[in-house]
């Protein structure tokens, strides 16, 4: 998995959930199983290769959309990713990242203890963009909305850390009221609020570029 992870949420630029499977069955019948898989979850992919599936899963109340990867490898082992669209200002995925990817594997091995399957799932289904409920759009706004609010608060703490580190007067706004801190506490407690975060950035982009790399 890349990324920071809690609770099964994923945080990340964007946030992704990754995880690999070994089937004991030859390559060509879990090509057909993956490929009867994405066409029952609905999801509409592409194979750049014979053995590559991008799939593309579609807006939710929790989430833009995901793309889902599954590779399969002479062994059987088939290696997954579901990551949130990269051009859309989500951090947090909810869990819904490593929810498809265990439903994915899941419904793996339920067709594959079904018996073998027809060949109706040999050719991909024609990629086209599913529609969305009014439901999920609402779920999307929702989503948007809190997002905002989030980065918001985020850049206020990180603004009134820089104005403690800089002045010793550290203000923090909170449910209860207002915390007001001055001189040596306040550059200490702002320090710290500033290297948590730069922190954080380090290990995310850190492991964003290791899994790139591999």
Not at 123 to 128: A, I
Not at 189 to 199: D, E, H, K, N
């Amino acid at each position: 998995m890349n990324g920071w992870s809690s609770e099964g949420m994923a945080f990340g630029f964007p946030p992704r959930f990754s995880e690999s499977r070994t089937f004991w069955i030859p390559p060509d019948e879990l090509r057909t199983v993956v490929k009867s898989v994405l066409q029952n979850a609905g999801w509409s992919y592409q194979m750049p290769s014979d053995d590559e599936f991008v799939a593309r899963i579609p807006m939710t109340g929790w989430s833009w959309g995901e793309e889902f990867r599954a590779r399969i490898f002479p062994d059987g082992k088939i290696q997954v990713e579901s990551k949130c669209h990269g051009y859309r200002p989500q951090i947090i995925d909810f869990g819904k990242n490593r929810t498809n990817v265990e439903s994915f594997f899941a419904q793996v091995q339920h067709t594959i203890a079904q018996g073998p399957i027809s060949g109706s799932a040999t050719e991909p289904e024609p990629t086209t963009q599913a529609k969305s409920s009014p439901a999920n759009k609402v779920g999307a706004i929702f989503i948007g909305c809190t997002l905002i609010l989030f980065l918001f608060g985020l850049f206020m703490y990180l603004l009134f850390a820089v104005i403690g580190l800089l002045t010793g007067t550290l203000y923090m706004p909170g449910r209860g009221g207002e915390l007001t801190l001055h001189g040596m506490w306040a550059r200490i407690v702002s320090g710290l609020i500033l290297v948590g975060f730069t922190g954080l950035l380090m290990l995310v982009f850190r492991k964003s570029r290791r899994k790139r790399s591999e």
